[in-house]
């Protein structure tokens, strides 16, 4: 069957923040939140800092799992390396019978990547930190749905419906609030210029004019 990542919600273009797992040459488990981009139905692109598990695991076996979840507690125990051992199902790839892999056992979906490639440069104009950054590209060689309402986290639509709450309370309270807002409302629209879709930029924009209309200095 053709590999198609739309099937888990995944579109061409946008990014997605999912949960990749890897396993060490010692066979133990890493997982950690990561930002992925679709390239193509069958092909993603991450961008990784070096220094960490996931980077030097990726390095090592050319092969890795995305998870697609949108458990908060995943994401904050694959974020604090507090996942426990048990949360994870290993597992051997088709092809290659003796290298093991794992998956998040309660994720959405999950898929098995290969790199394609992966090239390293140093930033020093990052503007998260100056340091060697990875850039990997990789092709998605099978996709296992366990929930058919599998749905990636996407984090424009979160920073959208923060920037509208504020939106509908920005004239009812006081000035420093509303200076709050509005500083809370350009790291929204930044994010969403980022990783939205074509809806969600239509929105903020809409929102952003409104807010003129009204006066307020954006
Ligand atoms: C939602 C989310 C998305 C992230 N995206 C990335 C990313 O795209 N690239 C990156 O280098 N770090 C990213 N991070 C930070 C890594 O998860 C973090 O550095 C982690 O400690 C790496 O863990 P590891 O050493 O187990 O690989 C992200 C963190 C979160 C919470």
């Known amino acids: ?6 099937e888990v ?8 923040e999912i949960i990749i797992t890897t396993i060490d040459k010692d066979g133990k488990s890493n997982a950690a ?9 069958n092909e993603i692109f991450l961008r990784i800092f070096e ?18 979840t949108a458990d908060p507690l995943m994401f904050t125990l694959a974020t604090t390396n507090t996942i426990p051992e048990e949360y994870l199902t290993r597992i051997s790839k088709k092809t290659k019978s003796n290298e093991k892999l794992a998956y998040l056992t309660d994720a959405d979906a999950y898929f098995i990547c290969e790199v394609i490639s992966l090239k390293t440069s140093f930033r020093e104009d990052d503007p998260i930190k100056a340091t060697e950054i990875n850039f990997i590209k ?8 366990k929930n058919k309402c599998a ?30 807002f509005l500083e809370r409302f350009l790291e929204s629209e930044r994010i969403i210029k980022r990783v939205g879709n074509e809806k969600e930029k239509e929105s903020i924009q ?13």
């Open 206 to 218: 809409i929102l952003k004019e409104n807010l003129i209309s009204q006066g307020f200095d954006l």
């Open 151 to 180: 749905k990636p986290i996407n984090r424009a639509i979160h920073a959208l419906i923060e920037a509208l709450v504020n939106y509908s309370r920005i004239n009812i309270v006081d000035e420093k609030t509303q200076e709050y």
């Open 33 to 41: 939140p990561f930002g992925l981009r679709v390239l193509e139905n």
């Open 138 to 145: 990789a092709e998605v060689v099978e996709i296992n749905i």
């Open 51 to 68: 220094g960490g598990n996931t980077i030097k695991n990726i390095k090592e076996n050319k092969e890795f799992i995305v998870n697609v």
């Open 1 to 6: 069957m053709e590999i198609d990542l739309t």
């Open 9 to 16: 919600g995944m579109h061409k273009g946008q990014q997605y």
